[in-house]
């Protein structure tokens, strides 16, 4: 079990482009562990490689007591709109209103580089959609409903 360091703030590895998983091993398999150790850790639902410094195209999610792995994943179906408050583990005490689809199909590879389908709707949509951007270098700040600021919270 090892908990990583998250990349906060202005950190620019935040705002660079992840690379397609090509390889399925031990070094992968170490990564995702990690990730879900950290994940649960800080109490998240979603979180992306790149926001512990690995620039690979790998997001875990733990919903409901699912926890999923997607490896080189990709939305193939968008379906109409929703704006709620969003937050993300790399801008901590933050949150603000993002406009994203109401639902969400995703085509991802597993640990074992089969590839599985994942549907989410509400939050799971916006956080397939959230932990996606990361591997594209974006953030929810630039999601932000037209109009909108982000505001400071508790926690
Ligand atoms: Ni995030």
């Known amino acids: ?11 620019p590895i935040l705002r660079k482009v992840s690379r397609k998983v090509e390889v399925f091993d031990d070094r992968l398999f170490q ?4 990730m879900h150790d950290t994940l649960k850790q800080k109490d998240g639902i ?7 410094g690995v620039l690979r195209r790998v997001v875990v999610v733990e919903y409901e007591g ?3 792995e997607l490896i080189n994943p990709e939305i193939i179906e968008r ?3 929703q704006c709620e408050n969003e937050a993300c583990l790399s801008l901590p005490h933050r949150a603000g ?8 199909k995703v085509r991802a590879q597993n640990r074992n580089g089969n590839w599985c389908l994942y549907k989410g709707t509400d939050l799971l949509a916006r956080c397939f959609c959230h932990e996606i951007d990361h ?12 109009g909108e600021k982000v505001f400071f919270t508790e926690d």
């Open 66 to 68: 699912n926890s999923m």
């Open 97 to 104: 209103k993002t406009v994203r689809p109401k639902s969400v």
């Open 46 to 52: 979603g979180l992306a490689a790149v926001q512990i």
């Open 135 to 146: 591997l594209d270098g974006k953030l929810y700040t630039d999601r932000l409903v037209p």
């Open 79 to 81: 379906e109409g709109e």
């Open 1 to 11: 079990m090892a908990i990583r360091k998250i990349r906060v703030d202005e950190d």
């Open 31 to 34: 990564l995702l562990d990690d």
